[in-house]
Antibody, heavy 114, light 110 residues
Framework: QVQLQESGPGLVKPSETLSLTCTVS????????WSWIRQPAGKGLEWIGR???????KYNPSLESRVAMSVDTSKNQFSLRLDSVSATDTAVYYC????????WGQGTLVTVSS | QTVVTQEPSLTVSPGGTVTLTCASS?????????PNWFQQKPGQAPRALIH???NKHSWTPARFSGSLLGGKAALTLSGVQPEDEADYYC??????????FGGGTKLTVL
């Protein structure tokens, strides 16, 4: 049974950096694509980006200047970094296995506020 | 900026059939966009239903099917059940790598 779990601070100050980690259990991270998706309260899903364990990544053009993803195969984790956050980055952040989007984390709420 | 458009809301009677569609601002949706469909109920993470236009996951009920219809990706629910009331999102991939979600369809079973 593949499971994904997001972790990271639930509160980030404006202009600072949001950092989240997704820990994968039940399968190796090395064989798949992995994505981050977010959802502001009451709104739709937004694709942030995806990467392969090999390191190749593709990001949402609207976020590309502020976002970076990375993979740590030794820990079976992948991470999201979003710089210079503002209130509009407040959302539930999901990680997902995106080769066929079959497995998702439960989501973690990140609030941007001073 | 690429926009993926879904019906904002649809209503269907129990036992009925409904088709949700997913259109691209760039033109006709083809299998090359690798259409995905997700169901999301309040307070829950999205659940994958369809990938690669029409491929079901092991947990996808048989009443859900994916297709291409009139230049759009489509999700058809046949024999709708009350528990199918949810938000539905499509996801298209551009250039094989750039994902864009549709705005979602709120399906009411009434």
């Amino acid at each position: 049974q593949v499971q994904l779990q997001e972790s990271g601070p639930g509160l980030v100050k404006p202009s600072e950096t949001l950092s989240l980690t997704c820990t994968v259990s039940g399968d190796s991270i090395s064989n798949y694509y992995w994505s981050w998706i977010r959802q502001p309260a009451g709104k739709g899903l937004e694709w942030i980006g995806r990467m392969h364990a090999s390191g190749s990544a593709k990001y949402n053009p609207s976020l590309e200047s502020r976002v970076a993803m990375s993979v740590d195969t030794s820990k079976n984790q992948f991470s999201l970094r979003l710089d210079s956050v503002s209130a509009t980055d407040t959302a539930v952040y999901y990680c997902a296995r995106s080769s066929s989007h079959d497995y998702w984390g439960q989501g973690t709420l990140v609030t941007v506020s001073s | 900026q690429t926009v993926v458009t879904q019906e904002p809301s649809l209503t269907v009677s129990p036992g009925g059939t409904v088709t949700l569609t997913c259109a691209s601002s760039t033109g006709a949706v083809t299998s090359g966009y690798y259409p995905n469909w997700f169901q999301q109920k309040p307070g829950q993470a999205p659940r994958a239903l369809i990938h690669g236009t029409s491929n079901k996951h092991s947990w996808t009920p048989a009443r859900f099917s994916g297709s291409l219809l009139g230049g759009k990706a489509a999700l058809t629910l046949s024999g709708v059940q009350p528990e199918d009331e949810a938000d539905y999102y499509c996801l298209l991939y551009y250039g094989g790598a750039q994902g864009v979600f549709g705005g979602g369809t709120k399906l009411t079973v009434l």
